[in-house]
DNA sequence: AAGCTAAAGTTCGATGCTAAAGAGTACACA
DNA sequence: TGTGTACTCTTTAGCATCGAACTTTAGCTT
């Protein structure tokens, strides 16, 4: 027993065997991008590691610069972006404070209500995080041409798009919102 | 502030602005399998939680229905395909034995080693997932032709393909394995 | 204005994970 | 045959996360 797993093609014709009424094009899709993601964390995480940063960090570094200057967040915001519990963000806050990677102050507008804001070194993290992961992308690339690179953007795009824009129902349909 | 994350071509935007040099077709497609994994997840998540199944669980019935007939696996295999430690397979397992999705029994070629295996009702647990997941999955490539979802997984199977054929070196770059 | 309700974030107890140490087994080599 | 070495799984201690209860504040209702 290898310790890889079996290929794609064949973790697909296996399913078949198992149940008869999959569509293998579905699958396959659904599949590669499991697997894609779990390597590409895996890559990530080693580049991480080099940088002194946890996943976790991470994570939260990528919202608040994605949110735009000037860079803050409330963590319940955070919290539910990432999937997370208000409880496990405190404690992440917690953690990175003690790296000067974020602040936190209470909002003036709302005494209940925190602001975590990015410092520079929080910000100079990510860029370096970024230009380190984008050596890394680029290889994972490097088999397509520009316009395949296109096609795959734009199609991946619309799946997140169908499911971005939806909330699955009850029996876990996803149905438009409006 | 929303709860939600901007949209995809939104952070692009943003994260150009803080990395002049950054590939916007290659963050494109690294961004949307992330999102796209995530949000995967959070509905599989859901259908399990309706048949009394966590995710950990979920992840070693499919390893092992994807090792086909016997279905049988080594503990410490599982855990490298998954990216766990053997002492979490070690709970995971205890976990499912309880649960009559998988027996444990020990190698007669190796005493040492441990031979996990699918039981009957492991299997059907698998396969109520899977259908239940693949209402979800349909309607998530709703919006793709037939032609466009050969082209996605195709393009999808070659990046994944240089990612499990490969081993980042010390740099992290990826090089092949022969 | 006073009290009610809703909401945000922190604290607390329980669970699952990791890293490291430990116990048992197989195999190579003298 | 005996010993060393490598390997597999389990055990243990420490840490991150979750679910739930709690504190504080804001805004609505009467």
Known sequence: MPDRHPTL???????QREYRDLD????????AVSRLDRRMNVAY??????????NPEWEVLKELV???????L???TIAKRLGLTPAAMTHRIDRMLG????????DPDNRVRV??????????KWLEVMRKASVFEEDLLQDLTTDERAHLGDMLTRL???????QPDAGGRLTDLD
Chains 1, 2 share one sequence.
């Open 24 to 31: 293998p094009q579905v699958e396959k899709v659904v599949n």
């Open 115 to 124: 602001i975590i804001g990015l410092t520079d070194t929080g910000r100079e």
């Open 160 to 166: 997140l798009r169908r499911v971005e824009d939806a």
């Open 9 to 15: 093609d064949e973790q697909i014709a296996i399913y």
């Open 66 to 72: 994605m949110a735009g200057s000037p860079y803050q």
């Open 74 to 76: 409330w963590p319940g």
């Open 45 to 54: 995480g080693r580049q991480l590691a080099t940088l002194g940063l946890s």
């Open 99 to 106: 790296q000067s990677l974020v602040t936190r102050e209470r």
